[in-house]
């Protein structure tokens, strides 16, 4: 695609006049204008997002209603400057998630100023934890979407190995990833996506039940399980729906799986 400053109309033909109506239904006449502010560098990470938010559509069947004019005013500045995988899949997913019948209904902002206020780095990580908590197989598997239901006031604690996160955040020699990781575990936690992560625990056998590996371990929250719902385009569902269903889909970026899922509040 052409990264060339182009005018509205151009930028319209160039990301696809169908594309842009079926995303954003409606709406999409009232996105021209200010697509033009960006086209000279980001119509192809917008072109990104607008794909996964139709494959997110097509998925859920939302094929009719639009999107906020507030949602795209929030939108279209973090999409045109997206390079990363993982944070187009988000906004994508937000995006699906936005369009409805109701046009006072713009709960995506909210989304969208969290993810906004998110590095990179966090962005992966929180997809990177919440995805594997579906992915659990092990003792108590079939309850753990029940004990995360908000008034029963339980908790899960998520045990994630150490090298097993660093693979997946695929982190290069020139970047510290241990000051990484701190940044990742403290914000997470201080925007309410997580409860916990930041402490690494290395292997100790005198400590009963602990895993011998180097590991990390941290408490999914609501916001938390919304987020990530939000961002795989089920934004219109309750948490009751956080289930591994959600992921029956192959073109989901890679993720990991989790060490050990524990029911209740572990402190090791």
């Given at each position: 695609?052409?990264?060339?400053?182009?005018?509205?109309?151009?930028?319209?033909?160039?990301?696809?006049?169908?594309?842009?109506?079926?995303?954003?239904?409606?709406?999409?006449?009232?996105?021209?204008?200010?697509?033009?502010?960006?086209?000279?560098?980001?119509?192809?990470?917008?072109?990104?997002?607008?794909?996964?938010?139709?494959?997110?559509?097509?998925?859920?069947?939302?094929?009719?209603?639009?999107?906020?004019?507030?949602?795209?005013?929030?939108?279209?500045?973090?999409?045109?400057?997206?390079?990363?995988?993982?944070?187009?899949?988000?906004?994508?997913?937000?995006?699906?998630?936005?369009?409805?019948?109701?046009?006072?209904?713009?709960?995506?902002?909210?989304?969208?100023?969290?993810?906004?206020?998110?590095?990179?780095?966090?962005?992966?990580?929180?997809?990177?934890?919440?995805?594997?908590?579906?992915?659990?197989?092990?003792?108590?598997?079939?309850?753990?979407?029940?004990?995360?239901?908000?008034?029963?006031?339980?908790?899960?604690?998520?045990?994630?190995?150490?090298?097993?996160?660093?693979?997946?955040?695929?982190?290069?020699?020139?970047?510290?990833?241990?000051?990484i990781c701190q940044h990742v575990f403290a914000g997470l936690e201080e925007r309410g996506l997580i409860k916990g992560g930041l402490?690494?625990?290395?292997?100790?056998?005198?400590?009963?039940?602990?895993?011998?590996?180097?590991?990390?371990?941290?408490?999914?929250?609501?916001?938390?399980?919304?987020?990530?719902?939000?961002?795989?385009?089920?934004?219109?569902?309750?948490?009751?729906?956080?289930?591994?269903?959600?992921?029956?889909?192959?073109?989901?970026?890679?993720?990991?799986?989790?060490?050990?899922?524990?029911?209740?509040?572990?402190?090791?």
């Open positions: 695609m052409s990264s060339e400053l182009i005018g509205p109309e151009g930028v319209i033909a160039t990301a696809g006049a169908k594309l842009l109506f079926d995303v954003f239904g409606d709406t999409a006449k009232l996105i021209g204008k200010r697509l033009s502010l960006y086209a000279e560098t980001g119509l192809d990470n917008l072109e990104r997002v607008l794909k996964r938010a139709h494959h997110r559509e097509s998925l859920t069947e939302k094929a009719s209603g639009a999107v906020s004019a507030r949602v795209i005013q929030h939108l279209l500045p973090e999409a045109c400057f997206c390079e990363d995988e993982v944070q187009a899949e988000y906004l994508g997913g937000i995006l699906a998630s936005a369009k409805g019948p109701v046009a006072r209904d713009d709960r995506a902002v909210s989304h969208l100023s969290l993810l906004s206020s998110l590095s990179t780095y966090q962005i992966r990580t929180h997809y990177l934890l919440y995805n594997c908590i579906l992915r659990w197989r092990g003792q108590h598997a079939e309850l753990i979407g029940r004990w995360l239901i908000p008034d029963r006031h339980k908790n899960i604690t998520v045990a994630v190995t150490e090298e097993e996160f660093q693979r997946m955040m695929a982190f290069a020699t020139e970047e510290p990833a241990a000051a402490h690494l625990v290395m292997p100790d056998p005198q400590v009963r039940r602990q895993p011998n590996v180097a590991f990390r371990y941290f408490y999914p929250t609501v916001l938390g399980i919304e987020l990530f719902m939000w961002g795989l385009g089920h934004g219109d569902q309750t948490i009751q729906a956080y289930r591994p269903e959600l992921l029956n889909d192959e073109t989901l970026p890679p993720t990991m799986t989790p060490l050990h899922i524990e029911l209740g509040r572990v402190n090791w």
